[in-house]
């Protein structure tokens, strides 16, 4: 069992960046494939990033493609996702989620995940 705790949200003009992470407890991180979601208020979750157990395979949603990267650091039992270029759709909750697993797939669905943080507010404002 991983427990996750996502940081770094906040109220950013748009066109600003930011920069989230996702700190995972237990030592076998390594072995998790790892998601970032988000919510908008009046909103299904929806995919946004993710990464394979060693980072060397990534899957983006388009509206995010070239703006966000996601990266991890088992070292640090820590994911990342850099947003740049952030626009005011982009506010919203955002989530990390694990599943235990070395297979790649794309994993674009919440279902296909088992463990979720408590989420990271994003205000992006015009």
């Known amino acids: 069992q991983v427990q996750l705790v996502e940081s770094g949200g906040g109220l950013v003009q748009a066109g600003g960046s930011l920069r989230l992470s996702c700190a995972a407890s237990?030592?076998?991180?390594?072995?998790?494939?790892m998601g970032w979601f988000r919510q908008a208020p009046g909103k299904e979750r929806e995919f946004v990033a993710s990464?394979?157990?060693?980072?060397?395979?990534?899957y983006y949603a388009d509206s995010v493609k070239v703006r966000f990267t996601i990266s991890r650091n088992n070292a640090k039992n820590t994911v990342y996702l850099q947003m740049n270029s952030l626009k005011p759709e982009d506010t919203a909750i955002y989530y990390c989620a694990a599943v235990r697993t070395y297979t790649w797939d794309l994993r674009d669905s919440a279902d296909r995940y088992d463990y979720w943080g408590q989420g990271t507010q994003v205000t992006i404002s015009s």
């Open positions: 990464i394979s157990w060693n980072g060397g395979n990534t």
């Open positions: 237990g030592r076998t991180f390594s072995s998790y494939f």
